[in-house]
C-alpha cells in the first residue's frame, strides 16, 4: 500500500498570502497524484488531477507540482473561499489511498 | 449536469447489515469507474470499493470479504451492500464517480452509517 504523507497538519495563513501545500509518497505514484477540497459538511471537490492539471472551473491561482514521490499544491493569493482541508489522493496503484490531509486556516 | 444521490444510511448493531444506494444521472455507472470513499468523524479520507465497467471490483483490505459493491445498469445506481458491521465502519459514505483512468471528478453529498449498540 502507498502511504501518502501531508504536511504540515495546520496551515495559519492570512486572506492574499501564498500557501504551498506538501504530499510525500512511500513510493513512486508516477504522478498519478490528485489534490482535493473539502469544506465542513460538505464533499471533496477535485481541484488537479495528474500532479498538475486543474480540474473544470478551478482558479488558476491552484496549482499542482512535483514528480515520483514529491509533490506540492501552491494557492497563491489566497481567498476567504480557499479555507478548508486539502487531501492528496494516488490512483498508481490499488489500494486508492488519501493523505491525512492539510487544514488551511485563518490566521 | 451529473448528481450522485446516496441512500441507505442510518444506524445499525453490530453485526447487522445495510446497502447503501447511490442514484447517478448525467453520468453512466455502467461505462465509467464508480467507487466508495468514506469518511469516519472528524478524520480523512478512505478509499472502499471500485467498480469498473467491466464488471471488475476492487476493495480495501479493511472490508474485503463484508463489503459487496455492484450496479443496476437499467437503474443506473450503484450499491454497496455492507455486513458484519463494526463500530469502525461509522462513517459517512460517499458515491463518487470518475471517466476511465482518471480520479474521482464526481461526488455525492454521502450518507451516514452509524454503528452502535
Known amino acids: 500500500e502507498i502511504v ?3 504536511s504540515p497538519a495546520t496551515l495559519s495563513l492570512s486572506p492574499g498570502e501564498r500557501a504551498t501545500l506538501s504530499c510525500r509518497a512511500s513510493q513512486s505514484v508516477s504522478g498519478y497524484l490528485a489534490w482535493y477540497q473539502q469544506k465542513p459538511g460538505q464533499a471533496p471537490r477535485l481541484l488537479i488531477y495528474e500532479t498538475s492539471n486543474r480540474a473544470t472551473g ?3 491561482r491552484f496549482s499542482g507540482s512535483g514528480s515520483g514521490t514529491d509533490f506540492a499544491l501552491t494557492i497563491s493569493n489566497l481567498e476567504p473561499e480557499d479555507f478548508a482541508v486539502y487531501y492528496c489522493q494516488q490512483r498508481r496503484t490499488w489500494p486508492l489511498t488519501f493523505g491525512g490531509g492539510t487544514k488551511v486556516e485563518i490566521k | ?3 450522485l444521490v446516496e441512500s441507505g444510511g442510518g444506524l445499525i448493531q453490530p453485526g447487522g447489515s445495510l446497502r447503501l444506494s ?4 448525467g453520468f453512466t455507472v455502467s461505462t465509467n469507474y464508480m467507487s466508495w470513499v468514506r469518511q469516519a468523524p472528524g ?3 478512505e478509499w472502499v470499493s471500485c467498480l469498473y465497467g467491466d464488471g471488475s471490483a476492487f476493495y480495501a483490505d479493511s472490508v474485503k470479504g ?11 445506481t450503484l450499491f454497496l451492500q455492507m455486513n458484519t458491521l463494526r463500530a469502525e465502519d461509522t462513517a459517512v459514505y460517499y458515491c463518487a464517480g470518475a471517466t476511465p483512468g482518471t480520479f474521482f471528478q464526481h461526488w455525492g453529498q454521502g450518507t451516514l452509517v452509524t454503528v452502535s449498540s
Open chain 2, 1 to 3: 449536469e451529473v448528481q
Open chain 2, 66 to 76: 463484508r463489503f459487496t459493491i455492484s450496479r443496476d445498469n437499467s437503474e443506473n
Open chain 1, 58 to 60: 478551478i482558479p488558476a
Open chain 2, 43 to 45: 478524520k480523512g479520507l
Open chain 2, 22 to 25: 447511490c442514484a447517478a444521472s
Open chain 1, 4 to 6: 501518502l504523507t501531508q
